[in-house]
């Protein structure tokens, strides 16, 4: 199946910094992908859709100035936690939709997550 | 998007056969039924999805009665490694990227 990767798997900064992540899918093409947070013992939370060429969309709540979110190119979106702080502490995980344009299939494909600690 | 409810958790033992059961009273026409598994510190990872009646892959079936109000992923003859979250999403699958809406999941734990 489709392969979407993140990096880093786990970070850890100090308050006030700002801390970059990865998400590229490796065999396939992705104008759409899709940011989760996901804090322990809870379910996955969308923050924000990442659109290739265009800005993101900001799920209600999201900081949209906090959480930088670029679409690059087909294959990588980033995102880039600003002045990140211990409260931000969470599990980070993009996902790519793999499916056929006109097909009844559709499949989401998620990365293997980022651990962000702010110290 | 359609509401799903699940049981919050679930015990088994190695060899049982696992029924998780969905419910999604407000489905809507387009909607699929996806069901994902999580481990800890992971990404979810597709299992299965259905539009009605019975699906079966390499790994689990997916019963839809016919109101599709409900479903029940079955996990046959599980093992220790099963133990994990699991997800029902619905949601419209048209082909185009659409985003996803996790409920609070079934944690399964498979028990010696």
């Known amino acids: 199946g489709a392969v979407v990767s993140q990096h880093p798997s786990w970070v850890i900064c100090k308050s006030g910094t700002s801390v970059k992540i990865e998400c590229r899918s490796l065999?396939?093409?992705?104008?759409?992908m899709f940011w989760y947070r996901q804090f322990p013992k809870q379910s996955l939370m969308l923050m924000a859709t990442?659109?290739?060429?265009?800005?993101?969309?900001?799920e209600q709540g999201v900081e949209k100035d906090k959480f930088l979110i670029n679409h690059a190119s087909l294959t990588l979106s980033t995102l880039t936690v600003t002045s990140a702080h211990p409260e931000d502490s969470s599990f980070y995980i993009c996902s790519a939709n793999a499916g056929v344009s006109g097909s009844a299939y559709n499949e989401q494909f998620f990365g293997p997550g980022t651990r962000l600690t702010v110290l | 998007l359609a509401k799903t409810t699940q049981p919050i958790s679930m015990d088994s033992y190695e060899g049982q056969e696992v029924n998780i059961t969905c419910s999604h009273n407000n489905i809507a026409t387009n909607d699929y039924i996806t069901w994902y598994q999580q481990f800890p510190s992971q990404g979810p990872r597709f299992i299965i999805q259905?539009?009605?009646t019975k699906v079966t892959n390499e790994v689990a079936s997916l019963f839809i009665p016919a109101d599709r109000k409900s479903s029940t992923l079955s996990l046959p003859r599980v093992s220790l490694s099963d133990t994990a979250v699991y997800y029902c999403l619905v949601g419209e699958s048209s082909g185009s990227a659409r985003q996803l809406t996790f409920g609070s999941g079934t944690q399964l734990t498979v028990l010696p």
């Open positions: 990442s659109n290739e060429g265009s800005k993101a969309t900001y």
């Open positions: 259905g539009y009605k």
């Open positions: 065999d396939f093409q992705a104008t759409t």
